[in-house]
Each structure stands twice: as structure tokens, then as C-alpha cells.
């Protein structure tokens, strides 16, 4: 995606941010190491000698077996040192890399970049403007997979909830190797979109960029960019609507469904697949009902590489509604 100056020079510090916060973080670790531990900071301050010594043993012997048989020693004395070092943490109850750099994207490395190429972390800052107007953020906060509760099921309702929670672990763990969609489909407050939210929570920890949109949102949305003047606002919204790993369409069915959505409908499908990004969608109408008011056309591309889930059974929502009313009485 084709960045402007000031939004490029925006993400470098950013970037530059960060590693200043890696480093200040890394030396305050040191420093509460070194007040814990003082035989710590010795321990460094001999190795730091002997790396000296190794140097002036390159330069000042000239016999090849003396320096050899020099720097041998020297380089095992630094290893114990070293082994010492990691067992003085260990003692105190510290990781053994708890004064090594501590990065918010390990795979970059705080740069922004991999052999040139677009870190997952630099696309999803790319995707902030849609993360703000979707509110993923404030939606995941109430929904993971810490939250999941299987006393809300019962019978069939509970083989159906477990086997939807079974395919959601099976699309997070081959997400990034098998090209797979998912449909939550069955009654009101059964439980879809929180199993959606589930994924993208787990799927943005591990560094992928997903955009979340009601069903009425994307298309008011899509409406919107339709009739923008700006061709660059128009080409970066759908870049990003097609490019990120993830979409999530929640509450399909609600929109208002004419020619217009359902074009637009079938466009994103289709983009999507052709780039194969993923994509899940949850709707309380049943896959006839889909049929019917989407079109033979848009339901086959629907279902294409689809991991089809039905949930039902009680109102979820409500059930919870009711136990924070009992909770705050």
C-alpha cells in the first residue's frame, strides 16, 4: 500500500519510539539487576576484561600457537563467566533473557521492516484508521477466550458450541498455512459473534491486521468511500479492506440489502479470495434464508473454503444481562 510522506515519517517514529522505549526498559532491568545482585555487575566488568585481553592477544603475539592456545583459555574463562551470570539470574528469579532487548514485534524487530518488506506490525498501523471506526479494540476487551464459558450450553446446543470452538482453534493454528474462511450462523445471542471476536483477539496477538465491521457499518462505509471525490482515499480503503489478514462481518443480514450491497458483497468475497485473506462472518438467518437473499451466485461464493458452524440455544446475551443485574443489586 502506497504510503504519503507525512503518513510514512509518521510510522518511522513510531518505530524510532519504541526502540527508545526498548532501550530505557533495558537499562532499568540492568540497573535493578546490578542493586539486587552486585556480584552481577562484577561478573561484568571481568568479562569486559577479558574481551580486552582476547583483543590485545590477536595483536601483541605473533607466535600462531601461543595466541591460539591464549585465546582458548580466555575464551573459557569468559564462558564461565558467563554460565555464572545466567545462574545468578536464575537464583534470583529472573528469565534467562531478562537483560536482553525486549521488542514489541519480535519478528521485526522494531524496525517496521523484513528483508525489505512490510512487517505484519507496520500493516496493521497502516489499518488504524480502521481499527478506531470499528472499535475491535473495546470489542475484544469483553470478548476472548479467557471469558469462554460452556455452562451456558446444554445437550445438542453444548456439542454444537464445542465443535464451533474446535474450528476456531483449528483456523488460528493453520491460519498462516491453509487458505480458510469461517460462517457462524444459528439463533439470536447464541454465541457467534463472540466466538468471532475470540479469533481476532488470538490472531492480533500473534501479529496479523484485522478489520471488524458490522454488517451495517461495512456497507454505510462502502457507501461512503463509494461516492468520495478523493481516488486516494477511495484506492486506500479498499486496499486495506482486501489486503488485511483477517475480515470479520458480524450481524450479516441487518443491512439494508439492495443492488448496491449486494455487488459490493460479492466484490469483497471475491477480492478476498483471489488474495486469499481470510475471512468470517456470522448472521442469525439460516444458510436458505442466505440463499434466497443474497443470490445463487454470492452464496456459492460464500461458502467457498468455508468452515460452516451452527450455534443455538438460549439468548447468551440476555443470561449475562441478567447476572450483572443480580450481581449489582
Not at 510510522?11 to 519504541?18: A, D, H, P, T, V
Not at 537499562?27 to 542493586?35: G, W
Not at 521492516?113 to 512490510?118: Q, R, V
Not at 461516492?227 to 489478514?245: C, P, V
Given at each position: 500500500?502506497?504510503?504519503?510522506?507525512?503518513?510514512?515519517?509518521?510510522?518511522?517514529?513510531?518505530?524510532?519510539?519504541?526502540?527508545?522505549?526498548?532501550?530505557?526498559?533495558?537499562?532499568?532491568?540492568?540497573?535493578?539487576?546490578?542493586?539486587?545482585?552486585?556480584?552481577?555487575?562484577?561478573?561484568?566488568?571481568?568479562?569486559?576484561?577479558?574481551?580486552?585481553?582476547?583483543?590485545?592477544?590477536?595483536?601483541?603475539?605473533?607466535d600462531p600457537e601461543a595466541r591460539e592456545e591464549r585465546l582458548k583459555q580466555l575464551r573459557s574463562d569468559i564462558s564461565q563467566l558467563r554460565e555464572k551470570k545466567s545462574s545468578l539470574l536464575a537464583e534470583h528469579g529472573y528469565a534467562a533473557d531478562h537483560l536482553k532487548l525486549h521488542y514489541h514485534c519480535?519478528?521485526?524487530?522494531?524496525?517496521?521492516?523484513?528483508?525489505?518488506?512490510?512487517?505484519?506490525?507496520?500493516?496493521?498501523?497502516?489499518?488504524?484508521?480502521?481499527?478506531?471506526?470499528?472499535?475491535?479494540?473495546?470489542?475484544?476487551?469483553?470478548?476472548?477466550?479467557?471469558?469462554?464459558?460452556?455452562?451456558?450450553?446444554?445437550?445438542?446446543d453444548l456439542k454444537a458450541f464445542d465443535t464451533a470452538v474446535a474450528a476456531c482453534k483449528n483456523f488460528i493454528s493453520d491460519f498462516d498455512t491453509d487458505y480458510q474462511n469461517l460462517l457462524f450462523y444459528g439463533t439470536v445471542g447464541s454465541g457467534k459473534s463472540f466466538l468471532s471476536d475470540c479469533v481476532a483477539d488470538e490472531l492480533l496477538k500473534s501479529g496479523h491486521s484485522i478489520i471488524y465491521f458490522s454488517a451495517e457499518q461495512l456497507?454505510?462505509?462502502?457507501?461512503?468511500?463509494?461516492?468520495?471525490?478523493?481516488?486516494?482515499?477511495?484506492?486506500?480503503?479498499?486496499?486495506?479492506?482486501?489486503?488485511?489478514?483477517?475480515?470479520?462481518?458480524?450481524?450479516?443480514?441487518?443491512?439494508?440489502?439492495?443492488?448496491?450491497?449486494?455487488?459490493?458483497?460479492?466484490?469483497?468475497?471475491n477480492e478476498r479470495g483471489l488474495n486469499r485473506r481470510s475471512y468470517i462472518i456470522s448472521t442469525n438467518l439460516d444458510l436458505e434464508q442466505i440463499r434466497q437473499r443474497y443470490s445463487d451466485r454470492l452464496f456459492s461464493r460464500l461458502m467457498e473454503n468455508c468452515t460452516i458452524c451452527r450455534l443455538s440455544g438460549r439468548d447468551i446475551r440476555l443470561q449475562r444481562k441478567i447476572e450483572k443485574t443480580y450481581q449489582s443489586a
Open positions: 500500500m502506497a504510503l504519503k510522506n507525512e503518513e510514512f515519517e509518521k510510522f518511522r517514529r513510531i518505530y524510532e519510539e519504541r526502540q527508545r522505549e526498548n532501550e530505557y526498559a533495558l537499562r532499568a532491568r540492568r540497573e535493578e539487576v546490578y542493586s539486587r545482585i552486585p556480584e552481577y555487575r562484577e561478573l561484568e566488568r571481568r568479562i569486559a576484561d577479558l574481551s580486552m585481553e582476547c583483543s590485545r592477544a590477536l595483536i601483541e603475539l605473533e519480535e519478528k521485526c524487530r522494531d524496525t517496521g521492516f523484513i528483508d525489505g518488506e512490510k512487517c505484519s506490525c507496520f500493516k496493521q498501523l497502516e489499518l488504524e484508521p480502521l481499527y478506531e471506526a470499528s472499535r475491535i479494540r473495546d470489542i475484544l476487551r469483553e470478548n476472548n477466550f479467557s471469558l469462554l464459558r460452556r455452562d451456558y450450553y446444554s445437550g445438542e456497507f454505510k462505509s462502502v457507501y461512503a468511500v463509494a461516492n468520495e471525490r478523493n481516488r486516494e482515499k477511495q484506492d486506500s480503503f479498499y486496499e486495506r479492506l482486501f489486503g488485511s489478514d483477517l475480515l470479520i462481518i458480524d450481524d450479516l443480514g441487518t443491512e439494508l440489502t439492495n443492488d448496491f450491497t449486494l455487488s459490493q458483497l460479492f466484490h469483497i468475497l
